[in-house]
C-alpha cells in the first residue's frame, strides 16, 4: 500500500511539473510585441496601396507610396534591378494621372531597358504595356513612336502564340490590334510622306482585321484609310460595321470602345455624311459623360449640318421642310451654347472649337431668332475659320486640329 501511495505521490509531482513546463512554454512564445505593432511594410504592400489609390482617382496619395516602394525595390538607384519594375511602372502610370507626361515617360523608359525585350513576366511588371505608352509619350513622334508601336506589337505577337486561355488570347489580340491601328494613324499624319506609307497601312490594317475581327478600332481605322483614299461607299460600310458591334450593348461591356475612340468615330461618320449615325453615338456619349466639351460641340454641329441637308434637298420644300430644319438649327443651338458653357467652367483649351461654336451660333440666330433658348454673343471680330460645311476636309488638309484631338489620340492606345 505504501508503494503504491508513493506511486500516486509521484505522478502527481510529475503532472504538476508538465504544467508548469507547458505554463513556461506558452510564457516564451508569446508574442512580446504590443497590440499596436504593425509590420514593417514591402514593396508589394504598398504597390497594392498605391494601386487602390490611383483606380479610386487618389494620384497624390497613390503617389508617396510607389514611391517608397521603388525605394525598397531598389535601395541604390545607381544599380536598376529588375525588382523595381512593378514600382517603375506604377509610377508612370500615376504621373500620367497627375498630368505629368514628362515624368511618367521618364519612369517607363527605365522600365525599359530593364526589360527591353518583354521577355519579364506581367506579374513581375514586364510586358508590352510600357512600350504602347512609350509610343504615344514620344516627344519625337514619327519613326520614334512607330518604334515604339512595333517594339509593343512583337512582344504581342509572341504572347498570342503562346496563350491558350481564350479570354486572355482575346485581350491581347485586342491590344495588337489597336497598337497596329496606331501605328497606321502616324502613317496617315506624321509620317504621311513617306513614299512606303500607303502600302504599310494597308499591310498593318489587313493583319489587324485578321487578328481581331470583332474589335471595332481595325474596322474605324479602316474606314479612315478609305476616307484617305476618297473611297467612300467603302469607309461607310466599314464604318457601319465597326458600330454595329456594340451598338446594343450596355456601356460597360469590354467591347465598347472607349470614350475618346468614339469621338473619333464621330468625326469619321460626319465626314461621310452620316449624321443621323453620328448622332446617335453623341447622345449616347453625353448620356454617359454629361461634362464633355467636344461631345456636345460635335453634337451641335452635326445638328446643324442635318439641317442644312434638309434645307437643300431639291426634293424638300414649303412650310412644313423649313419648319423641319430650323427646328434641327435651334437644338443645334442647345448643344453649341452646352459646349460653350462647359468650356468657360472647365477652362478648355481649343480656341478654334469656341470660335466655331461662336460662328454657329450666330449664325443660327440670325436666321431663327431667339426661338428654343437665348443666344450667346460672339465676338463679331473673329475671323472665319473655314470650319463650316467644307471646313471638316480643308482642316484635315492643312493637318491642324483643335487641342483636344491630340488628346483624344493620346488615350486612344491604353492597351
Known sequence: MARSRTRSSAAKGQSGNAKERNAAV???????????FKPRPTPASLLAQATTFLHTSQPDDALPLALRALALSQPDPSSPTPKALPALNLLAEINLELGDADEARTYFLQAASLDPDGTTPEA???????????????????????????????????????????SLLLEKRKKLAGALCGIIELYMTDLSWDPSAEPTCESLITEALLICPSSPEPLQTLASIRISQQRIPEAKSALGGSMQLWRN?????????????????VRLLMEVALEDEALEVLERLVGEDDGSVEAWYLGGWCLYLSGVAKRDDPRNGGDENEGEW?????ESRDWLQNALKLYEMVGYEDERLREHAVELVGEIGGVVGDIGGVVVEGDEGDEELGMGEEGWESEGEDGEEGDDDDNDDDEMHDV
Open 124 to 166: 513581375d511588371g514586364g510586358g508590352a504595356e510600357k512600350f504602347l505608352w512609350l509610343a504615344q509619350l514620344s516627344e519625337e513622334g514619327g519613326h520614334d513612336s512607330v518604334h515604339w508601336f512595333e517594339k509593343g506589337a512583337e512582344i504581342l505577337r509572341r504572347d498570342t502564340s503562346t496563350l491558350l486561355d481564350e
Open 249 to 265: 450593348l450596355p456601356p460597360e461591356h469590354t467591347s465598347v470602345p472607349d470614350f475618346p475612340t468614339r469621338i473619333s468615330l
Open 26 to 36: 506558452l510564457h516564451r512564445t508569446r508574442d512580446p510585441r504590443p497590440s499596436s
Open 326 to 330: 430650323k427646328a434641327l438649327w435651334v
